[in-house]
């Protein structure tokens, strides 16, 4: 008797492993078998489960069959959600948001575009997978997504130099297959995808000032707009990192002077300027949270290594978003008042 597709084993484990006492699918297997586009559930779903820990169960399993490390297809899917956000492409509402457009997903050359029969999409080389088992290739379909992007994960072998190697023939970008392994550290690291929570960048209860003051002229090295929001404080006040993510870049700079650099897993780089010095033992590629200490307050930069006191001590902070091409900066102070509130909130509680 012929063996059930691999990628059709994925839906048989996710529903064995959903079975509730009563016999009845929870909440959370209901949801794997919905088109993502319409969220259409043959009855209601019984409970809403957190979408990190529904998102984080499907990769796991998908890693079981496929040999993937969990990190790295979380990774992948987290990737693409910040290119449907940064190019703003069509999003799905499913657990997973990788993106195919249609002529990849069924094959350039395949004269029906709407094609979904797996066989075909095959012949003419499309990237479409039947992940579900139910004999459809439908890239609203989030294991027949999933399944699509394992396989071309895995084309060449799936140890972690395999991997990136298969994602630069896939993505044609060395920026893309460098974000993805920042992001597969940072979950594998915390063991977890909940890593959305953010922290003012200094101790809420230490002295400090700041207003908006983005797009300000600047006139050291040449005429400039401002690319950040200054907050005045007191040398040696603690600078600490505003997300979970990871130390991307350490280091002397002309203009920032001692600064550090952080990516977050939304694609979002955190940048603070004119550090006083680092935390011991911080380094490139490690991995930090919301409220540590990362520096300190200074008046570092405008000139060689070294130089200081050329302006008052305040930590300049900046935000950058990635469109896996180039970055540009946004105006970081709705997100500093937010947080800020949010630290306060906390001390009251």
């Given at each position: 008797m012929k063996s059930r597709p691999f990628w059709s084993r994925v839906l048989v484990i996710s529903l064995l492993l959903s079975v509730t006492e009563s016999g009845t699918l929870s909440g959370s297997a209901a949801s794997h078998a919905v088109t993502s586009d319409q969220l259409v559930v043959p009855a209601p779903p019984k409970v809403t489960t957190n979408l990190n820990a529904e998102r984080k169960e499907l990769f796991e399993k998908a890693s079981i069959l496929s040999g993937i490390p969990w990190a790295y297809l979380a990774a992948v899917d987290q990737y693409e959600r910040t290119m449907n956000i940064a190019k703003k492409r069509p999003v799905h509402q499913g657990i997973t948001s990788i993106y195919f457009p249609e002529s990849d997903w069924v094959g350039l050359l395949n004269p029906d575009q709407l094609d979904t029969n797996p066989r075909s999409i095959s012949f003419f080389h499309g990237f479409g997978r039947d992940g579900s088992g139910d004999g459809v290739a439908d890239r609203n379909n989030d294991l027949d997504v999933l399944a699509a992007m394992a396989s071309i994960m895995s084309k060449k072998g799936n140890r972690e130099g395999n991997l990136q190697i298969n994602l630069w023939n896939y993505y044609?970008?060395?920026?893309?297959?460098?974000?993805?392994?920042?992001?597969?550290?940072?979950?594998?690291?915390?063991?977890?995808l909940e890593v959305g929570e953010h922290a003012f960048p200094l101790p809420v209860t230490s002295d400090y000032s700041y207003r908006s003051t983005w797009g300000d002229s600047r006139g050291w090295g040449g005429h400039r707009s401002h690319e950040g929001t200054d907050l005045?404080?007191?040398?040696?006040?603690?600078?600490?990192?505003?997300?979970?993510?990871?130390?991307?870049?350490?280091?002397?700079n002309p203009y920032g002077g001692w600064r550090i650099g952080i990516r977050d897993v939304n694609n979002i780089y955190h940048y603070y300027a004119h550090l006083s010095g680092y935390q011991k033992g911080i380094k490139e590629n490690d991995i930090v949270k919301p409220g540590q200490t990362i520096g300190w307050?200074?008046?570092?930069?405008y000139g060689k290594q070294g130089t200081s006191g050329k302006f008052p001590p305040h930590l300049h902070f900046g935000l950058y978003r990635d469109n896996g091409l180039t970055e540009w900066s946004f105006d970081p102070y709705p997100s500093l008042?937010?947080?800020e509130r949010e630290d306060l909130n906390k001390r009251h509680k």
């Amino acid at each position: 008797m012929k063996s059930r597709p691999f990628w059709s084993r994925v839906l048989v484990i996710s529903l064995l492993l959903s079975v509730t006492e009563s016999g009845t699918l929870s909440g959370s297997a209901a949801s794997h078998a919905v088109t993502s586009d319409q969220l259409v559930v043959p009855a209601p779903p019984k409970v809403t489960t957190n979408l990190n820990a529904e998102r984080k169960e499907l990769f796991e399993k998908a890693s079981i069959l496929s040999g993937i490390p969990w990190a790295y297809l979380a990774a992948v899917d987290q990737y693409e959600r910040t290119m449907n956000i940064a190019k703003k492409r069509p999003v799905h509402q499913g657990i997973t948001s990788i993106y195919f457009p249609e002529s990849d997903w069924v094959g350039l050359l395949n004269p029906d575009q709407l094609d979904t029969n797996p066989r075909s999409i095959s012949f003419f080389h499309g990237f479409g997978r039947d992940g579900s088992g139910d004999g459809v290739a439908d890239r609203n379909n989030d294991l027949d997504v999933l399944a699509a992007m394992a396989s071309i994960m895995s084309k060449k072998g799936n140890r972690e130099g395999n991997l990136q190697i298969n994602l630069w023939n896939y993505y044609q970008n060395s920026r893309s297959v460098e974000r993805i392994k920042q992001f597969a550290t940072i979950y594998a690291t915390l063991g977890t995808l909940e890593v959305g929570e953010h922290a003012f960048p200094l101790p809420v209860t230490s002295d400090y000032s700041y207003r908006s003051t983005w797009g300000d002229s600047r006139g050291w090295g040449g005429h400039r707009s401002h690319e950040g929001t200054d907050l005045f404080a007191n040398y040696g006040v603690p600078v600490r990192s505003t997300c979970f993510g990871i130390v991307e870049v350490k280091g002397w700079n002309p203009y920032g002077g001692w600064r550090i650099g952080i990516r977050d897993v939304n694609n979002i780089y955190h940048y603070y300027a004119h550090l006083s010095g680092y935390q011991k033992g911080i380094k490139e590629n490690d991995i930090v949270k919301p409220g540590q200490t990362i520096g300190w307050v200074g008046s570092s930069g405008y000139g060689k290594q070294g130089t200081s006191g050329k302006f008052p001590p305040h930590l300049h902070f900046g935000l950058y978003r990635d469109n896996g091409l180039t970055e540009w900066s946004f105006d970081p102070y709705p997100s500093l008042r937010k947080w800020e509130r949010e630290d306060l909130n906390k001390r009251h509680k």
